[in-house]
Nanobody, 124 residues
Framework: QVQLVESGGGLVQAGGSLRLSCAASGRTFSTSAMGWFRQAPGKEREFVAAINRYGSSRDYADSVRGRSTISRDNAKNTVYLQMNSLKPEDTAVYYC?????????????????WGQGTQVTVSS
């Protein structure tokens, strides 16, 4: 089993940056692809970024591509999401998730473990 705890959210002005962290407990972190999803008020949860178990491949939603970087440190059981040039439409609760050991899943059904989420609010 994997437990995930996100941190690093907060209030930031448009154009600013935030670095989200997700600390994982459990022995399966290094064998899991990791993903970030977000859910804005009144909207469904959506894929943001994913990284494979080795940290060698990444995938991003078009809405954040070029502005965000996902990374992981398997020695620290932590995955990060660096977000730059933030926009008001990035406002959401951000969730990290641990999923399949294969590939770069971008759908919720491929992730079995979820954190509680961290709020990101971008003011205009």
């Amino acid at each position: 089993q994997v437990q995930l705890v996100e941190s690093g959210g907060g209030l930031v002005q448009a154009g600013g940056s935030l670095r989200l962290s997700c600390a994982a407990s459990g022995r399966t972190f290094s064998t899991s692809a990791m993903g970030w999803f977000r859910q804005a008020p009144g909207k469904e949860r959506e894929f943001v970024a994913a990284i494979n178990r080795y940290g060698s491949s990444r995938d991003y939603a078009d809405s954040v591509r070029g502005r965000s970087t996902i990374s992981r440190d398997n020695a620290k059981n932590t995955v990060y999401l660096q977000m730059n040039s933030l926009k008001p439409e990035d406002t959401a609760v951000y969730y990290c998730a641990a999923g399949s050991p294969y590939g770069l899943p971008d759908t919720e059904k491929d992730y079995g473990y979820w954190g509680q989420g961290t709020q990101v609010t971008v003011s205009s």
